[in-house]
């Protein structure tokens, strides 16, 4: 699906961790997309299952810890416009809107549903996430 206009956006794990460390497999569509949302002063939402992810990522030796330490201090920075977004009721309730045939990964349906609660496109490269309902950019 395509987005419409400019405004807050929720990124997927790969996607925040490709912006801040000006990775080339993050998309040019999606970088600008970030890129636009920051100038226009809305925040970018990394849901909180990312960081969780990275946690295990790194427990696994797939990512150095420093990508963890990177992501946190942007999201600890108070002038960054990157924020958590909390696994809370409204997103575990949008959880059951996110099919698991479609997206059978738990981490990536809990992505998906906190775009969904939070009414915003979700910047994406997971295909299965791209090919559902989901207004996603990539």
């Known amino acids: 699906m395509t987005e419409h206009g400019s405004g807050p956006r ?10 801040l460390q ?4 993050l998309s040019r569509r999606a970088e600008g997309e970030i890129d636009r949302a920051l100038a226009g002063g809305h925040p970018i939402y990394v849901a909180s299952i990312s960081v969780v992810e990275l946690v295990y990522l790194s427990d696994k030796g797939r990512i150095p810890a420093a990508v963890i330490e ?9 002038v960054s416009r990157f924020r ?3 696994l809370n009721l409204d997103v575990a309730e949008a959880t ?3 099919a698991r045939e479609v997206i059978p990964d738990l981490p ?3 992505i998906a549903a906190t775009a969904l609660a939070l009414g915003v496109p979700l910047i994406t490269r997971d295909g299965k996430v791209r090919a559902s309902s989901l207004e996603t950019i990539w």
Not at 70 to 78: C, E, Q, T
Request: hydrophobic share 40%; no cysteine.
């Open 96 to 98: 059951r809107n996110i």
């Open 10 to 19: 929720v990124v997927s794990t790969h996607a925040a961790v490709w912006y």
């Open 84 to 86: 958590l977004a909390p």
């Open 70 to 78: 990177r992501v946190g201090r942007v999201l600890r920075d108070p």
């Open 22 to 25: 000006q990775d080339p497999r």
């Open 108 to 110: 990536d349906r809990v």
